[in-house]
């Protein structure tokens, strides 16, 4: 049974539209970690996979539209290891922190790009500064509610003061990466490791 040539040449080209789409944002990615979101043209990232930017525009529809694309491809190579650390299980598994700063070290891009479009979207009308609020305080929540679970089970000092020291551990996690891609002579995985053993040993019953 022969297939039909107009299904067919739809399938082709919703996979060309995909490879585009993918080219498109792997550009993107490298412009805006090296320029910011305010800074890159469309124009230079068309410019990298030989398009137009309304090329660009007819793919996406807007550049506010890539760049949440771009963040969320992102999110996605880096993937979120918070996730698999349980403060509720014991303070040493905060030790798993140290991965994120060794897979950072490895792909400085990714976290430049994290760093750059988060200080680019303190202002509520940016187009992702919901997003980075809104990851902000979920990250929080969750390593708070650890912390409590981790009172709870007596694996963590009953007097911390969980919301204080999620807070801390987040204001380390962003201060680090700042400090690291400005001096890349700084380990990174040195100051996670030194700063996690220094929580650990403050948030010990």
């Known amino acids: 049974m022969s297939s039909d040539p107009a299904t067919t040449e739809l399938k082709g080209q919703a996979q060309r539209g995909a490879k585009t789409r993918t080219a498109i944002i792997d550009a993107a990615l490298d412009v805006f970690a090296t320029r910011g979101y305010r800074s890159s043209a469309l124009g230079e990232i068309a410019t990298r996979v030989g398009l137009t930017p309304a090329a660009i525009l007819y ?55 994290h ?3 988060q200080a680019e979207s303190f202002e ?26 981790g009172q709870r089970r007596g694996t963590v000092r009953a007097d911390l003061d969980c919301g204080a020291k999620a807070r801390e551990l987040i204001a380390f996690l962003e201060g680090a990466a700042v400090l690291w891609l400005i001096d890349r002579e700084v380990s990174l995985v040195d100051l996670y490791s030194h700063y996690v053993e220094a929580f650990v040993a403050d948030a010990s019953p």
């Open 59 to 113: 793919h996406f529809g807007s550049k506010e539209a890539l760049l949440l694309a771009v963040i969320a491809e992102r999110d996605r190579r880096a993937g979120d290891l918070l996730t698999d650390i349980s403060l509720a299980n014991g303070l040493e598994s905060l030790r798993g922190l140290v991965r994120i700063a060794e897979l950072n070290e490895q792909r400085p891009g990714l976290a430049a790009l």
């Open 124 to 149: 509520p009308d940016t187009p992702a500064h919901t997003y980075f609020l809104e990851r902000s305080r979920r990250v929080r929540g969750w390593i708070e509610t650890g912390l409590r679970e």
């Open 115 to 117: 760093t750059v479009l």
